[in-house]
């Protein structure tokens, strides 16, 4: 039976990059190489801008130095994802997701854990994290992206 979970997080500034990476479970995959498990299932990310496109902790790292100082620099929803499902399953569901609430205007990272739960099955779960700036289609540098948005200077 699928257990419902949902959280939704506010990231404030310094928070993104290493949020992103914890995620992402960097720190892990250079440590156990591979020598042994985690429970990262899949991770990607889209949209993001010219200066952060092969890169997303580029990206949020930019957000946390350029971001205002009361600003958020990600959003985060934290959603269970059904044990009945496989990987393949998981991973679709999750971009159908993505497409129909972030849509390709939004910079965003994803992963998907799937740790073994207190019960000892699966726990499968996404990470999702996005910022809330548009892509508008101008180029802008990383200072200039986290700028609130002027019209006479866009």
């Not at 957000?63 to 620099?73: F, I, P, Q, V, W």
């Not at 739960?117 to 996005?130: R, T």
């Given at each position: 039976?699928?257990?419902?979970?949902?959280?939704?997080?506010?990231?404030?500034?310094?928070?993104?990059a290493?949020?992103?990476?914890?995620?992402?479970?960097?720190?892990?995959k250079?440590?156990?190489?591979?020598?042994?498990?985690?429970?990262?299932?899949?991770?990607?990310?889209g949209?993001?801008?010219k200066?952060?496109?092969?890169?997303?902790?580029?990206?949020?790292?930019?957000?946390?130095?350029?971001?205002?100082?009361?600003?958020?620099?990600?959003?985060?929803?934290?959603?269970?994802?059904?044990?009945?499902m496989?990987?393949?399953?998981?991973?679709?569901?999750?971009?159908?997701?993505?497409?129909?609430?972030?849509?390709?205007?939004?910079?965003y990272?994803?992963?998907?854990?799937?740790?073994?739960?207190?019960?000892?099955?699966?726990?499968?779960?996404?990470?999702?994290?996005?910022?809330?700036?548009?892509?508008?289609?101008?180029?802008?540098?990383p200072?200039?992206?986290?700028k609130?948005?002027?019209?006479?200077?866009p």
């Amino acid at each position: 039976m699928a257990i419902a979970r949902l959280s939704v997080k506010v990231g404030k500034a310094g928070k993104a990059a290493p949020h992103a990476e914890y995620i992402d479970r960097d720190e892990e995959k250079k440590l156990k190489q591979e020598q042994a498990e985690t429970d990262l299932e899949h991770s990607a990310y889209g949209n993001m801008p010219k200066w952060a496109e092969h890169n997303p902790i580029t990206f949020w790292q930019a957000a946390d130095l350029y971001e205002r100082k009361n600003g958020s620099t990600y959003r985060e929803y934290e959603i269970a994802l059904p044990r009945e499902m496989n990987a393949e399953q998981r991973l679709e569901l999750v971009e159908d997701f993505i497409q129909s609430e972030i849509g390709s205007k939004y910079p965003y990272q994803f992963a998907i854990h799937n740790p073994k739960a207190m019960d000892g099955k699966d726990q499968p779960h996404v990470h999702l994290m996005f910022n809330e700036r548009l892509q508008d289609g101008i180029e802008r540098d990383p200072e200039q992206y986290f700028k609130r948005y002027n019209s006479k200077n866009p």
